[in-house]
């Protein structure tokens, strides 16, 4: 049963445009969003946050939009660069557990 | 900055044999985690642990599974009787109230 969805596996962009990732998730109990990056061979890395009461955050170059009546979540990052090339998971939580969607490895070409 | 660290980095095991996978959260943090991947594979949630007992677990955390927080500081996972299909990484993760949660580098474990 996967709470949380990321659709599209990979993503490639060129350097200097936008990146757009995207997750959904099923369950409205959900209060707290958070997208991570991950290096191979290396554990995730806190990349930027939501709570269920905001529909925008916004750190630098990076952006989380959250739709809570369509239960989704977006990553902007903008402009895109060689260094964000990575798996970004995206995670769900609510009660202090974390629920990981599946990944999707962004490539961004020089 | 602190950090949570993860030991070994990369353990190799018999099949059948017992392995304890170390971590150290960050010190003021109270929920503590273990998570997996299994190579090419998603980040599973294994279990989760506050105030000093498991608060939620997963189906992958069977019998086989345990974990101990013995001095305070550490918190390890145990494995009793590996299987091959145990091979992946384990992250170890921590966090504070209404906090985003930290993880470790990880331990790559495989089972030969």
């Known amino acids: 049963d996967q709470q949380v969805k990321q659709n599209s596996p990979s993503l490639s962009v060129q350097e200097g445009r936008i990146s757009i990732l995207n997750c959904d998730y099923t369950?409205?109990?959900?209060?707290?969003f958070l997208w991570y990056k991950k290096y191979p061979a290396e554990g995730p890395t806190f990349l930027i946050s939501?709570?269920?009461?905001?529909d925008k955050n916004e750190d630098g170059r990076f952006t989380v939009f959250l739709n809570k009546s369509a239960k989704h979540l977006s990553l902007h990052i903008v402009p895109s660069q060689p260094g964000d090339s990575a798996v970004y998971f995206c995670?769900?939580?609510?009660?202090?557990?974390?629920?990981f969607g599946t990944g999707t490895s962004l490539t961004v070409i020089p | 900055e602190p950090e949570v660290t993860q030991t070994p980095s990369h353990q190799v095991t018999q099949m059948g044999q017992e392995v304890i996978l170390r971590c150290v959260p960050i010190?003021?943090?109270?929920?503590f985690y273990w998570y997996r991947q299994i190579l090419g594979q998603k980040v599973e949630f294994l279990v989760s642990?506050?105030?000093?007992?498991?608060?939620?677990k997963s189906e992958i955390f069977d019998d086989q599974f345990s974990v101990e927080r013995p001095d305070g500081s550490n918190f390890t996972l145990k494995i009793r009787s590996t299987k091959l299909e145990d091979s992946a990484m384990y992250f170890c993760?921590?966090?504070?109230?209404?906090?985003?949660?930290?993880f470790g580098q990880g331990t790559r474990l495989t089972v030969v």
């Open positions: 369950n409205s109990m959900f209060d707290y």
């Open positions: 642990f506050y105030n000093n007992e498991i608060s939620e």
């Open positions: 995670a769900a939580s609510g009660s202090n557990q974390f629920y």
């Open positions: 993760a921590s966090k504070a109230d209404y906090t985003e949660a930290f």
């Open positions: 939501i709570s269920s009461i905001k």
């Open positions: 010190s003021n943090h109270l929920y």
